[in-house]
């Protein structure tokens, strides 16, 4: 995405109270802590992390969010490194990076991982449909024809205790509210759904256990969109976000989602979305307009809030 515009006006802050306003709200919506037998996996879209120019102590808040899980897929991570570097740099020295080359608006996607508890494997890599399987990817009613991702999904396999699974980074073309545009995004949405479900079937597949996660850019988490629909057309999931919060700081999308196939329903015993943006920086909020105070967040932290889950076995 192109780089947000930077605020002209500063805004000093006590970095240790942000920090506690932060962990305030993190009891309040009921992020539990990290604990050894149950796995919380985490997705947020930094806004235009490496374009941005974020302060020291705007990555430190970030980090604080970051190290409450213990694995994050990270989307709109620039081709400049610069930023989920700094990020890593106020991590403690146990999590771990892998990202993916750029793509599409120059962008990688990223993991972020605790490895004192998670393993990375062998798998890992992008997808991509093949030309010659391009004509598999239709949507009923929808004449557009898919000619490949905006940005290749990004996936990686880990193992937590016996358990093996793989993360697929999702960062769904954006586009306009025009029909095409919203036709291209639900192709996309099908051809993630139509992988995950081909993968379950497969009996030499790595593991069957997928959970595709990021910003797909739904509309409308109801049936009878047409992102949203695809996306669940070939068996994937989504959980009941237990915050009843939308994942932008705007309140009024549900772009971000955590998908997931079937046999990893049993496991989830919670899941929500972190709205830091009502919490952080409350001076800002009751000294500025509500414009001024968005424009603030989406440019020194992002404009999406993260998503999380958390799995038992």
């Known amino acids: 995405m192109p780089s947000f515009a930077k605020p002209k006006f500063s805004f000093p ?23 050894d037998d149950k796995l919380l996996i985490a997705s947020w879209n930094i806004a235009n992390l490496g374009l941005q120019d974020r302060h020291t102590d705007h990555y430190k808040l970030i980090a604080e969010i970051i190290n409450w899980f213990d694995v994050v897929a ?34 990688r996607s990223a993991f972020i991982y605790d490895n004192r508890k998670i393993k990375l494997l062998e798998l890992v890599g992008e997808i991509a449909v093949a030309p010659k399987d391009h004509k598999y990817i239709k949507i009923k009613g929808i004449t557009e024809t898919f000619t490949g991702f905006d940005r290749n999904p990004y996936l990686c396999s880990f193992q937590w205790q016996n358990f093996t699974f793989i993360l697929i980074t999702v960062h769904s073309f954006s586009g306009s509210t025009s029909k095409s545009d919203l036709n291209r995004r639900a192709l996309e949405a099908y051809a993630i759904s139509r992988y995950a479900d081909l993968n379950r ?21 109801e049936p009878g969109d047409v992102v949203y629909n695809a996306l669940l057309s070939r068996g994937l999931l989504l959980p009941y976000h237990s915050t009843k919060v939308y994942s932008n ?8 989602q955590i998908a997931f196939l079937p046999d990893i329903k049993s496991k989830i015993v919670n899941n929500g ?4 943006d009502t919490a952080i920086f409350p001076e800002l909020w009751q000294n500025e307009t509500p414009k001024n105070f968005r424009s603030y967040l989406r440019y020194y932290i992002s404009d999406h809030r993260p998503l999380w889950m958390q799995l038992d076995l």
């Open 13 to 35: 802050f006590i970095l240790n109270d942000e920090i506690n306003h932060l962990k305030a709200h993190k009891t309040l919506r009921e992020i539990p802590d990290k604990v």
């Open 74 to 107: 990270v989307q709109e991570v620039n081709a400049n490194l610069e930023g989920l570097r700094n990020i890593e740099s106020e991590l403690p020295s146990y999590y771990s990076l892998i990202f993916s080359d750029r793509g599409g608006n120059n962008e």
């Open 201 to 221: 079937k497969n009996k030499n597949a790595f593991s069957k256990n997928i959970i595709a996660l990021g910003d797909f850019n739904i509309p409308k988490v």
């Open 249 to 256: 700081i705007s309140n009024d999308k549900q772009f971000d």
């Open 273 to 276: 979305v972190f709205d830091f």
